[in-house]
């Protein structure tokens, strides 16, 4: 090649794809790093939401990455293409919803169309061999370079030499020699790695950057795909889904309801696309209220909400319901005592 | 020379840098782009991000729970 090699690095924020970028570099490889946002990735909302965790450093471990690497970095929203993915994974779920095979393979595939339209000349990922039950395994990672299309324009630095060679390789783009054998689960060489490189203070994300892979966010997404029917999203339902207490007392309705003030303040903003209930006699939560309820159903709510308000031991706690026109009215309630709310309603 | 406003309002990290990321796509170097935002975790990942890509944030200020950054567009752009 008569020009330097130029590639993609898929950047999750992590220390594999940080490394991997950093051994492209060291061979004279023009880096440039690709972000996927997908609607599910965990740093930044709850930290956003959540008044606690507001005054905690906050980072972006995408962009700092691509700082620490001194490299450019471009942040794809794949929102809507990526609901197919969540909804039909060909190649089935991991231990929640999280479709890691046919993500990996989406994602590899979009690089691909973005080395074809920017003249780049591969793809790379800090994936190593057996370090995922689902999407790095021996098996999957040929499945992953060959469903994506990306074939031999995909290496991985980390375990290459484990891997048959690349076009990289084969060409003498890069030198397969001063590629890497990882393998397992072990963190050990990343960290030898990364201390070999002057590299501190990287996020190391335990059970990964999805809420896919979260088991009490995936009975969320489970519920609101049974409850609608089929299995479907906007954003605003994945946002909202981590955020509250979501509680189903009937198949046709559910409560969202405010852990504290952060989340309170952040449902508030949906209180023009969800009648709300919120306590006046007592603090307490703001609610939403997913679905259409009766009167019946309205009273059960509110009896819900109040629980949750510092009125739960009074005989009455009065509150506003809102409804998402605008138009509100008061009601007083009891608050439902622990002891009558089944387990099954809280998910 | 052009200026923008881009409204990030109640759109949460990374979306209003995405927002950002392809406005400043249509703009040339020396344009400016005014991106009012909610989530405090722009003031952090907007300058990160005009940092890496050779852009400059030459003011930001916060009012009535709003973050307005101003980003002028870099000549890599």
Redesign the interface.
């Given at each position: 090649m008569s020009r330097q090699p130029k590639a993609v690095a898929l950047i999750s924020g992590g220390l594999d794809s940080l490394l991997a970028a950093r051994v492209m570099q060291e061979q004279g490889v023009h880096v440039e790093g690709i972000n996927f946002y997908t609607g599910f990735c965990v740093e930044g909302h709850t930290h956003a939401i959540r008044k606690r965790d507001r005054n905690r450093p906050k980072r972006n471990n995408a962009l700092w990455v691509a700082e620490q690497l001194g490299i450019k970095l471009h942040i794809v929203d794949i929102v809507e293409e990526y609901k197919q993915v969540v909804f039909n994974p060909r190649h089935g779920y991991g231990a929640h919803l999280n479709p890691c095979l046919d993500c990996k393979i989406f994602m590899v595939r979009k690089a691909l169309e973005w080395i074809r339209a920017r003249d780049f000349d591969f793809i790379i990922t800090g994936e190593v061999v057996g370090q995922r039950p689902m999407s790095q395994r021996k098996e999957t990672m040929p499945v992953v370079a060959e469903e994506s299309g990306a074939q031999d324009l995909l290496l991985r630095p980390l375990c290459a030499r484990n891997l048959p060679p690349t076009l990289p390789e084969r060409e003498g783009w890069v030198d397969r020699e001063r590629l890497y054998d990882f393998s397992g689960r072990s963190r050990k060489p990343q960290m030898e790695l990364a201390r070999h490189f002057g590299f501190e203070d990287y996020a190391q994300p335990a059970g990964g950057c999805c809420f896919l892979t979260d088991a009490q966010y995936s009975v969320k997404l489970a519920d609101l795909w049974k409850a609608r029917g089929s299995k479907q999203y906007e954003m605003d339902d994945i946002m909202l889904l981590k955020v509250g207490r979501h509680l189903r007392p009937a198949p046709h309705f559910k409560l969202i309801i405010a852990r504290e003030e952060g989340e309170g303040n952040f449902l508030r903003g949906y209180r023009s696309q969800y009648d709300s209930l919120t306590t006046l006699s007592h603090p307490g939560p703001l609610a939403l209220i997913d679905g259409e309820v009766n009167e019946r159903e309205l009273e059960l709510a509110a009896r819900l909400v109040a629980r949750y308000s510092q009125g739960r031991e009074s005989e009455r706690v009065e509150l506003e319901y809102t409804r998402r026109g605008g138009e509100s009215r008061r009601l007083e309630v009891r608050p439902l005592p622990a002891h009558e709310i089944p387990r099954e309603w809280i998910l | 020379m052009s200026r923008v406003r881009l409204d990030c309002r109640?759109l949460?990290?990374?979306?209003p840098?995405?927002r950002l990321?392809?406005r400043v796509e249509t703009l040339a170097p020396g344009d400016l782009v005014e991106a009012v935002c909610t989530?405090?975790?722009v003031l952090?990942?907007i300058p990160?991000?005009c940092?890496?890509?050779g852009h400059a944030v030459l003011e930001r200020r916060s009012e009535q729970g709003e973050f307005i950054l101003l980003v002028e567009v870099g000549a890599g752009a």
């Amino acid at each position: 090649m008569s020009r330097q090699p130029k590639a993609v690095a898929l950047i999750s924020g992590g220390l594999d794809s940080l490394l991997a970028a950093r051994v492209m570099q060291e061979q004279g490889v023009h880096v440039e790093g690709i972000n996927f946002y997908t609607g599910f990735c965990v740093e930044g909302h709850t930290h956003a939401i959540r008044k606690r965790d507001r005054n905690r450093p906050k980072r972006n471990n995408a962009l700092w990455v691509a700082e620490q690497l001194g490299i450019k970095l471009h942040i794809v929203d794949i929102v809507e293409e990526y609901k197919q993915v969540v909804f039909n994974p060909r190649h089935g779920y991991g231990a929640h919803l999280n479709p890691c095979l046919d993500c990996k393979i989406f994602m590899v595939r979009k690089a691909l169309e973005w080395i074809r339209a920017r003249d780049f000349d591969f793809i790379i990922t800090g994936e190593v061999v057996g370090q995922r039950p689902m999407s790095q395994r021996k098996e999957t990672m040929p499945v992953v370079a060959e469903e994506s299309g990306a074939q031999d324009l995909l290496l991985r630095p980390l375990c290459a030499r484990n891997l048959p060679p690349t076009l990289p390789e084969r060409e003498g783009w890069v030198d397969r020699e001063r590629l890497y054998d990882f393998s397992g689960r072990s963190r050990k060489p990343q960290m030898e790695l990364a201390r070999h490189f002057g590299f501190e203070d990287y996020a190391q994300p335990a059970g990964g950057c999805c809420f896919l892979t979260d088991a009490q966010y995936s009975v969320k997404l489970a519920d609101l795909w049974k409850a609608r029917g089929s299995k479907q999203y906007e954003m605003d339902d994945i946002m909202l889904l981590k955020v509250g207490r979501h509680l189903r007392p009937a198949p046709h309705f559910k409560l969202i309801i405010a852990r504290e003030e952060g989340e309170g303040n952040f449902l508030r903003g949906y209180r023009s696309q969800y009648d709300s209930l919120t306590t006046l006699s007592h603090p307490g939560p703001l609610a939403l209220i997913d679905g259409e309820v009766n009167e019946r159903e309205l009273e059960l709510a509110a009896r819900l909400v109040a629980r949750y308000s510092q009125g739960r031991e009074s005989e009455r706690v009065e509150l506003e319901y809102t409804r998402r026109g605008g138009e509100s009215r008061r009601l007083e309630v009891r608050p439902l005592p622990a002891h009558e709310i089944p387990r099954e309603w809280i998910l | 020379m052009s200026r923008v406003r881009l409204d990030c309002r109640r759109l949460l990290c990374p979306l209003p840098v995405i927002r950002l990321q392809d406005r400043v796509e249509t703009l040339a170097p020396g344009d400016l782009v005014e991106a009012v935002c909610t989530d405090p975790g722009v003031l952090n990942d907007i300058p990160a991000w005009c940092r890496i890509n050779g852009h400059a944030v030459l003011e930001r200020r916060s009012e009535q729970g709003e973050f307005i950054l101003l980003v002028e567009v870099g000549a890599g752009a």
